[in-house]
């Protein structure tokens, strides 16, 4: 009997599991399946995020159960999770909810539509539809959406009387009303989540109704305040267990008003910057919370909090960051959890109480600075129970203080990345560590080989140190329970064939950036490694082999998600067969390397490939046509600057989410129509040969983000393409084109445009009154074209930094235009026929540091404002009608080095590539990330020195310094105080009509390399002093009226030849063929702060004649004024008018001065 009921229980489970079986492999409810497809038709409709979710017979696809973000039910078959958020793509607007669409999952209990742009629900279709189908709901996710007030939160929720757990984080909702209608339907309710939205003090109260609540979050509402409704509260919410008021605006009434919460487990009251730690309050609210079990008071203003603590008897879990702490912490005994980072001060008596923690198991000491401390010398190193220690950022730790960590044996984690350590690793301790973090320190050696007997790290970074040796022969050989390694930026050498690694079969990350590859023979020859690595990376590394070949080892990895390669100098054939082999592969960069041959792909589809990145390399032939069908949610497709042919494949603009990130440029592109990318978001064709006309479609997308058609062959007309309101555009250039005709009108429905360039095309008419309404405009470059008209006064946005309007027919004054321009770096107008006076107000421009004018009509003097510009470095006004004398304080400027005047360190192209980030604490990668940063601009400032025009941009840019005031009608002496000008590079003062002597002070120009002083009516001697300009590359004298000997043929002026000093015939001595006779001397030094002028008057002579006759002059007078009463009272009289005649002058003068400096 008893082996008949086993049987019958036997075959009961086989027709269980068999149940099971069948139910995993063939499915979800049809229905169930059917109400998915309509849920990703829905909000979904790009199919990108859901991709998976596909209406297909296949079996092994068709099963809703293995979809992901649906989790069912093992028994049942049933969806009882459904994990969407961030699905609904958010260019496409908001998006307002059928809540409808979930009726078919009866068994649903958790769904998170967080990060969906919701603003609301339809009309009769919120959740109130569920609540008699989907009784078993109990957790639901709103969090990130955009319902703004109550009303529009209500029309989802009413109705959903199971719900447990309700998350609303950022929402900005306002008001109170609908959580106090909420309180009185959600009676089941434990978890609510009001966070980051914008809840006043009245909120409180409308909180009383949730008499189930276990867990609420209200941090993030700034405007909250007061401490009254929370007492109010307070003696509702019995049950609350856990309290979040974190970043807020509470002072220290609020510990008062928290004695109620007798129940609370956790309290959060982080970053309210005017707690400051009431004694009196502190202590009654720890006699009161005796189940308290975690408290963060971080980033307050508390100042020796530590001892009114002691009465948290059941205290796990303390955060004190960002405070002044001080004082013991030995009444804490149940501590298990302390955060003490970026405290102002710490001191010893704190670190040597942690020491009698006797449950202390995590400890956070980040970003402190120990210089105060003597840290060494502290029980700190004697905790028998400390599992996890981070001191990252922290400063002026003792020299052995990896050594003294060695002593806590029960350590498991240990972080002490960018502390500035020094020496070598120990050589002893840490057995048990299984995290070890060491990088961003100056810890140089080789790696010891103790390290060796850590049979327990599973996780090593000594990134960006001076560590040195083969990674052969050390000791992470034997660490084979390591998941992830890093090694980069160091001094390693990594043998090739990856043997010593053969046997570290859980190694998933592998990372050696900036390392140095070595060959090595042995490689993988009669076995496979156990290892198969899912991050794998050498970016930057390079062989001292000049073919090196991508590694052996890698033919034997087919798991692999990231693989980075680039900038390795690598060669040989594209190697397909890693795309081939790694059918889970996600991201491939391979940029910068010597691969030749075409592209080729592989077999089979790779779903997971995000980012494609294989520039700079020698890759031929066409893009392959199949690449959407083998890619088919790429992201991310760079193969600039490479030998591409052929045409762009149309599939590309088929390919909808994510919006796809694409650059072709610098290659030979010849056939394709760039308005089939108008649904992605990244473009860049540049300096292909690419023709024919655009569709007016491409600018009116509201996907496309960055557009570079630069340097092909377009043609046709701008005038048609009028764009939309709603389009996302940031960034268009389509320069070194063929496009003629006028700018559209509506120019100003690129409200997003940061960067503009049109540039070398065939332009003309007026520049558009709409480009005053782009006010995000950082970058304009409209040069050489046939612009014409006055440019629009209310043209002046405050984001602006550089401007490009040189070689145009731009006409009439500068009126109001760039008033405003408060950020401008760049102005460049130069080859117009602009008229008129400088105006006065290009002083209000604190930012200028490249001001160009040149080839206009300006007239009038050069005003003084423009002594204002504190970083002006390079200004060219040459080729202008300009009168008048030279400023002196054009010898203030500074002539600072200005980082701005480039750019930023990328090009006007730029783009952010992926994020790879890796989790030290778990060892899993996280999500790759595609992102794109702000405009950076490589600006390229065409500067005439040298007797040569050149295009200045990057570093020289940011230290060029030049002035050009040339061919001008500038008259008067050159002021001296232009000799403090020592950092300048480049001087042109010539075709004026200067007069007066070379300031000797020009001596001090100390970086001068062109100095052209010709074509004007100097006159006396050049300065001979001048031969100290070591830099002096060109330099020009030529046609005025000097007259002395020409400076010694040494250093710099051995270089000059007579066209330096032709058109002054009274100069003689080389290299002039006009010698000098014997009786005229060399020129003798002059002064600095003196000018004198050679003559033919003796001047010793005409000293004693000048002193004789003043003598005779003032005794004559003196005799007379004696002699004559009536006279001398006449004279005196004369004398008094005088000086009160002087003094009004004075008085007056100085009062217009002083308002003249206000002004």
Same mark, same amino acid.
């Given at each position: ?198 809840? +006043? !003090? &009245?909120? @409180?109260? /409308? #909180?009383? %109704? $949730? ?10 509402? *700034? =405007? ?26 509470? +002072? !220290? &009434?609020? @510990?008062? /008003? #928290?004695? %109620? $919460? ?10 309210? *910057? =005017? ?33 009114? #603590?002691? %009465? $948290? ?46 449950? #202390? ?799």
């Amino acid at each position: 009997m008893t082996m008949k009921k086993m049987w019958v229980w036997m075959v009961l489970t086989l027709f269980t599991l068999v149940g099971e079986w069948h139910g995993r492999c063939y499915g979800c409810l049809e229905e169930e399946r059917m109400g998915l497809l309509e849920i990703k038709s829905s909000i979904d409709p790009n199919g990108y995020d859901l991709r998976d979710w596909v209406d297909t017979s296949n079996e092994n696809i068709s099963n809703c159960c293995e979809w992901w973000r649906v989790e069912c039910d093992n028994t049942t078959r049933r969806v009882i999770e459904l994990t969407l958020p961030g699905v609904w793509y958010y260019r496409l607007g908001d998006l307002v909810l059928n809540a409808s669409l979930f009726l078919p999952f009866k068994e649903l209990r958790s769904l998170d539509l967080g990060n969906n742009a919701i603003v609301g629900c339809h009309e009769n279709q919120g959740f109130e539809v569920l609540s008699s189908k989907l009784t078993k709901l109990n957790v639901l996710d709103l969090s990130e959406n955009r319902f703004n007030d109550d009303s529009s939160m209500l029309s989802c929720l009413t109705g959903l009387s199971s719900l447990k757990s309700l998350y609303l984080w950022g929402n900005m909702l306002t008001g109170s009303t609908g959580v106090k209608v909420l309180s009185s339907r959600l009676k089941k309710l434990e978890n609510l989540d009001l966070g980051w939205n914008r809840y +006043n !003090d &009245s909120i @409180f109260s /409308s #909180l009383t %109704g $949730f008499t189930s609540l276990k867990s609420l979050n209200l941090s993030y509402n *700034f =405007e909250l305040t007061g401490s009254t409704g929370v007492k109010v509260s307070s003696s509702r919410l019995k049950k609350l267990e856990n309290l979040d008021l974190s970043r807020n605006r509470f +002072n !220290d &009434s609020i @510990f008062s /008003s #928290l004695t %109620g $919460f007798t129940s609370l487990k956790s309290l959060d009251l982080s970053y309210n *910057f =005017e707690l400051t730690g009431s004694t009196v309050g502190v202590e009654v609210l720890s006699s009161q919370l005796r189940k308290l079990e975690r408290l963060d008071l971080s980033y307050n203003s508390f100042n020796n909090i530590l001892p009114h #603590l002691c %009465g $948290f008897s059941s205290l796990k879990t303390l955060n004190l960051s960002g405070n002044m702490v001080s004082g013991s912490t030995t009444c804490l005994r149940k501590l298990e959890v302390l955060s003490l980072n970026e405290l102002t001060i710490i001191g010893s008596t704190l670190l040597q109480s942690l020491g009698a923690l006797p449950s #202390l198991k995590i400890l956070s000491l980040q970003d402190n600075n120990f210089s105060s401390t003597s840290i060494s010398q502290v029980t700190f190193f004697n905790m028998t129970t400390l599992e996890e220690l981070y001191i990252d950022r922290s400063s002026a730790l003792p020299i052995k203080f990896l050594h003294n960590i060695g002593q806590l044996n029960a350590l498991k984690i240990l972080s002490a990345r960018d502390c500035d350590l020094t020496g070598t690793l120990p050589t002893q301790g840490l057995k048990n560590v299984e995290q070890l973090d060491l990088s961003g320190n100056k810890l140089e050696g080789s790696l010891p080989d103790c390290l060796g007997n850590l049979s327990s790290l599973q996780v090593l970074d000594v990134s960006r140190n001076w560590f040195t040796g083969n990674i052969a022969t050390g000791p992470l050989s034997n660490l084979t329970s390591l998941e992830f390694l890093s090694l980069s930026n160091n001094l390693f050498k990594l043998p090739l064939s990856f043997k010593s690694f053969s046997n570290h079969s859980k190694l998933k990350f592998f990372i050696c950036d900036n390392c140095t590859l070595v060959e090595d023979r042995a490689g993988f020859r009669n076995f496979i490694p156990k290892l198969q690595l899912m991050v794998f990376s050498l970016l930057d590394s390079t062989s001292k082999a000049i073919n090196s070949n991508v590694p052996n080892f890698l033919y034997s990895q087919y798991d692999l998600r990231t693989l980075d390669l680039s900038n390795c100098n690598f060669s040989g054939v594209f190697p397909s067969w890693l795309l081939e082999n790694n059918t889970r592969l996600e991201a491939l960069y391979l940029r910068q390397n010597s691969f030749v041959g075409p592209l080729k792909l592989p077999n089979h589809p790779t779903p997971n490939m995000i980012f494609l990145d294989i520039s700079n390399n020698n890759i031929s032939g066409q893009v392959p046509r199949n690449i959407c069908s083998v890619f088919p949610h790429l992201a991310q497709f760079m193969m600039a600057k490479n030998g591409l042919t052929g045409s762009i494949p149309s599939c590309f603009g088929n390919i909808t989410y994510p919006p796809l990130f694409i650059d072709l440029s610098h290659n030979l592109l010849s056939i394709g129509k760039p308005e089939q990318l108008k649904r992605s978001w990244y473009v860049k064709l540049s300096n292909n040969n690419l023709g024919g006309q655009i569709s007016p479609s491409i600018f009116n997308s509201s996907f496309l983000g960055y557009l570079y058609l630069d340097g092909n062959k377009f043609t046709g007309h701008v005038l048609d393409f009028q764009p939309t309101n709603g389009i996302s555009l940031v960034a268009l250039d389509i320069s070194d084109n063929q496009f003629s005709g006028i700018l559209p009108t509506r120019m100003g429905n690129f409200s997003d445009l940061q960067a503009i360039d049109l540039s070398r095309n065939h332009f003309d008419g007026p520049l558009p009154i709409d480009f005053c309404m782009l006010d995000y405009l950082e970058y304009l470059d409209l040069s050489e074209n046939n612009f014409s008209g006055s440019v629009p006064s209310c043209f002046n946005p405050s984001s602006l930094k550089y401007v490009h309007l040189s070689k145009n027919q731009l006409s009439g004054p500068l009126t109001g235009a760039f008033y405003y321009s408060s950020s401008l770096v760049t102005l460049d107008i130069a080859d117009n026929n602009l008229m008129g006076p400088i105006s006065n107000w290009i002083g209000n421009l604190p930012a200028l540091s490249v001001l160009l004018l040149r080839a206009n009509q300006f007239a009038g003097d050069l005003p003084t404002q423009l002594c204002l510009l504190e970083h002006l470095a390079i200004l060219d006004v040459s080729r202008n009608q300009l009168s008048g004398p030279l400023p002196f304080c054009l010898g203030n400027f500074s002539l600072k080095e200005n980082l701005d005047k480039a750019g930023g360190p990328g090009h006007k192209t730029f783009y952010g590539g992926p994020l790879r980030k890796t989790s030290y604490a778990t060892g899993i990668a996280d999500d790759l990330e595609f992102f794109i940063e702000e405009i950076n601009i490589e600006e390229t400032v065409e500067f005439t020195t040298k007797r040569r025009s050149e295009g200045y941009k990057g570093t020289v840019l940011n230290f060029m310094t030049g002035f050009d005031l040339s061919s001008n009608r500038f008259s008067g002496e050159i002021p001296l105080e232009m000799g403090k000008l020592s950092k300048l590079h480049a001087l042109n003062l010539s075709h004026n009509n200067l007069t007066g002597s070379i300031p000797a002070t020009f001596s001090n120009l100390k970086q001068i390399e062109s100095l052209d002083l010709s074509h004007n009516n100097f006159d006396g001697v050049i300065p001979p002093q001048l031969v100290v300009l070591n830099n002096l590359e060109v330099f020009s004298v030529a046609h005025n009226n000097l007259s002395g000997k020409a400076p010694e043929m040494k250093a710099q002026f051995g270089t000059f030849d007579e066209s330096s000093y032709e058109g002054n015939p009274l100069l003689c001595g080389p290299p002039l063929q006009n010698k000098c006779s014997e009786e005229q001397s060399p020129s003798q030094p002059m002064p600095n702060d003196e000018r004198e002028d050679d003559g033919f008057i003796d001047m010793d002579v005409f000293y004693v004649s000048l002193g004789v006759s003043y003598v005779i002059v003032v005794l004559t007078i003196a005799a007379v004024l004696y002699i004559n009463p009536l006279w001398r009272g006449r004279w005196f009289h004369f004398i008094e008018e005088c000086i009160d005649t002087c003094y009004c002058l004075m008085v007056v003068n100085f009062r217009k001065f002083s308002n003249f400096r206000r002004s």
